[in-house]
């Protein structure tokens, strides 16, 4: 809700806050830039129905997510439902489902499904996401261009979990209730990998170069591969007890998606590497690329 003049309106849709600041503000930069991210993606079609990618600044973390989008793509052209779980959350939540109308993006508006969000809600017992945030999210708002570029016929159904075991639940049921539903969907999980440095209070390999490789060869590796070898539930201990992922709720949410409504997943890494490999620095984050 937001005051206006005195009166009270409603806000509908989720403005595109980081935009031209994460990512580029108008439709041709960012059209560009999505393809420039994808200029060397080696896509193939297979049995995919989910991703899992970043959700840093783009001159960051744009490379891993325009890697791995068009795999998802040439897999499922037609898709009418896009699935995003993402959000910062915490072992304790909440978790929320948006039901407002949609989001806006530089290349357009998505589309919530509103009856089926608010079937969500009610069947889960999930919160409303608000439409006017406390803060801007940049998981769920650095994905959306692309979400709208490659699946421009789709809705966008955006469903934030707990970094916890009911984050497979829901994914579970959700994966569910789209395939009895009929739609076409596909799913999206956000998150970023180990933020490692005096920034981020996470200095267990000291610094420099061992610092480096830790991240890159064991604590994101470790992530990742619990992720190849689908361990749903070890993406989030892993996470939890070893700071590898910020969203780890939004990972399992997803491949449990994926599971619920193929009835299986065959997850593929397309890329990996730290934001240390863009701008190096004492302070930095690893990102991953990953098609289900």
Aim: proline letters at 6%; glycine letters at 10%; a negative charge.
């Amino acid at each position: 809700m937001s005051l206006q003049k005195g009166y009270v309106t409603h806000i509908m849709y989720r403005a595109a806050y980081l935009a031209g600041q994460w990512y580029p503000a108008s439709e041709s930069a960012c059209i560009n830039a999505i393809e420039g991210h994808a200029r060397d993606a080696q896509s193939e079609q297979g049995p995919w129905r989910g991703l899992i990618g970043p959700h840093a600044g783009w001159s960051f973390s744009g490379d891993a997510a325009g890697r791995t989008y068009p795999w998802l793509a040439r897999s499922h052209l037609d898709a009418d439902l896009v699935v995003v779980f993402g959000s910062h959350r915490g072992p304790s939540g909440p978790n929320t489902v948006f039901v407002e109308e949609g989001w806006t993006t530089p290349l357009g508006k998505l589309q919530t499904p509103m009856e089926f969000a608010r079937q969500i809600a009610l069947e889960l017992r999930l919160g409303e996401e608000p439409a006017e945030p406390a803060r801007p999210d940049n998981a769920v708002e650095l994905h959306l261009p692309f979400v709208r570029h490659y699946f421009p016929a789709a809705e966008m159904l955006m469903i934030g979990v707990a970094a916890a075991r009911v984050a497979i639940e829901i994914g579970t049921h959700v994966g569910e209730m789209c395939k009895a539903a009929g739609r076409d969907a596909v799913f999206v999980g956000s998150t970023d990998l180990t933020h490692y440095g005096p920034n981020y209070g996470f200095e267990p390999a000291g610094s420099g170069d061992d610092a480096v490789d830790w991240v890159r060869h064991e604590n994101d590796r470790g992530f990742i591969d619990a992720v190849l070898e689908k361990r749903i539930e070890a993406t989030i201990t892993h996470a939890n007890e070893h700071n590898s992922a910020c969203c780890a709720g939004a990972v399992a949410a997803t491949m449990a998606a994926v599971n619920a409504f193929s009835g299986s997943m065959e997850p593929q890494l397309v890329d990996h590497y730290l934001s240390f490999d863009v701008r190096p620095d004492a302070s930095f984050v690893g990102y991953a690329g990953i098609v289900l």
